[in-house]
């Protein structure tokens, strides 16, 4: 039992230090995509929140549901992807 807290002890601030990093990537990722393309950058960013929040949703329905909404929640995630892409890539072309 004492051997399992000591490998703990050093895996979780590496742990913390790496999600630290990982927010911190994220972040810079946002702020050089909204500088770069200014105004558009805005709309990319919001579009693509926007599709990721309804496909998650439609993956939640198509794992956690049964029936016609397992069918809905399986069909909405693509459709979504796919309508948010071209967008997206309008937005960010100059």
Do not use: E, H, Q, Y
């Not at 002890?9 to 742990?15: G, V």
């Amino acid at each position: 039992m004492d051997r399992t807290r000591k490998a703990r002890s050093w895996a979780w601030p590496a742990a913390r230090l790496l999600a630290r990093c990982a927010v911190v990537a994220a972040t810079a990722a946002m702020l050089v995509l909204l500088l770069a393309l200014g105004a558009g950058g805005l709309l990319v960013v919001v579009v693509g929140l926007f599709g990721l929040a309804i496909c998650a949703a439609g993956i939640w329905w198509s794992v956690a549901r049964r029936g016609p909404v397992r069918l809905l929640g399986a069909t909405i995630s693509p459709w979504i992807s796919a309508s948010t892409a071209p967008t997206r890539l309008a937005a960010s072309m100059p």
